[in-house]
């Protein structure tokens, strides 16, 4: 994107533009992914769901409440951004494919470290009861529950990209794409649905596997979708765990 660009949108454009876009990836891959684990997936016969246990009355209407009200904040992560820009604590620059690819690794490296500080710090049982309950409403998590959480929870997971940008020019393809990659792994975490029993914790696809238990289990399994953090500071659940029959545990 050209400086003549970015100098020519205000800063209500950039609002509406960031949450119009939350919105879309938000709906369009909640509702993508409601769809293939209710029926696709399983006419084909791939994979199963994860946790049987019924959804709290009224939980997808108020996850899609809670969700509205991050993706609202987030809105202002894209005016942050370009306030930024104009005052010089970082630099936004053109859209090269290779370089794209490598910033968007490490971003999803970055949220990987990111996410399991917050989330920790989250569960500290103070900051657990006031902000991070809300997220845990969602016993059984559900492809709706990605945005679901308390305002501060999602101020501070949305830093994700703000906190790096004054060390490197980020590309605006890169500030456009990480987010759509972030929520589609989001996505995968809360969906319920073990699409490949037979995966590798370190694959992808098992974040859903590994997010539903920290849910169910309430501590353990901080990370976003990679083990990594987890084993590395003895946090990871037992991939063993009983699925079915458990209580879920407080704090």
């Not at 660009?5 to 960031?18: E, K």
């Not at 936004?92 to 490598?102: C, K, N, Y």
């Not at 103070?126 to 998590?141: D, Q």
């Not at 501590?219 to 037992?238: I, S, V």
């Amino acid at each position: 994107m050209s400086s003549f660009s970015w100098n020519q949108l205000s800063y209500p454009t950039v609002y509406a533009f960031t949450s119009i876009g939350f919105l879309a990836i938000y709906f369009g891959i909640g509702a993508l992914a409601q769809g293939m684990t209710t029926g696709y997936f399983p006419r084909r016969g791939w994979g199963h769901g994860i946790s049987e246990r019924k959804l709290v009355p009224g939980q997808r209407a108020a996850e899609v409440r809670s969700s509205l009200v991050s993706i609202a904040l987030f809105g202002g992560y894209g005016v942050l951004t370009l306030f930024g820009w104009r005052a010089g604590f970082w630099e936004v620059s053109a859209a090269r494919p290779l370089p794209v690819l490598a910033e968007v690794a490490f971003l999803v490296l970055w949220n990987e470290l990111h996410f399991y500080v917050i989330h920790r710090l989250l569960h500290v049982p103070v900051l657990f009861r006031w902000i991070h309950r809300e997220h845990h409403r969602a016993i059984r998590p559900t492809p709706w529950s990605t945005f679901a959480m308390h305002p501060i929870e999602a101020l501070l997971l949305g830093s994700v990209m703000v906190l790096v940008m004054p060390f490197h020019a980020f590309s605006w393809l890169t500030l456009l794409v990480f987010p759509v990659v972030s929520l589609v792994l989001n996505n995968i975490g809360h969906m319920n649905y073990d699409v490949a029993p037979g995966v590798s914790d370190w694959h992808p696809l098992a974040g859903s596997r590994r997010h539903e238990q920290h849910h169910r289990y309430v501590h353990g399994n901080y990370g976003f979708m990679l083990p990594l953090l987890d084993r590395l500071f003895k946090t990871e659940l037992p991939r063993s765990a009983a699925v079915s029959g458990s209580r879920r545990g407080s704090t």
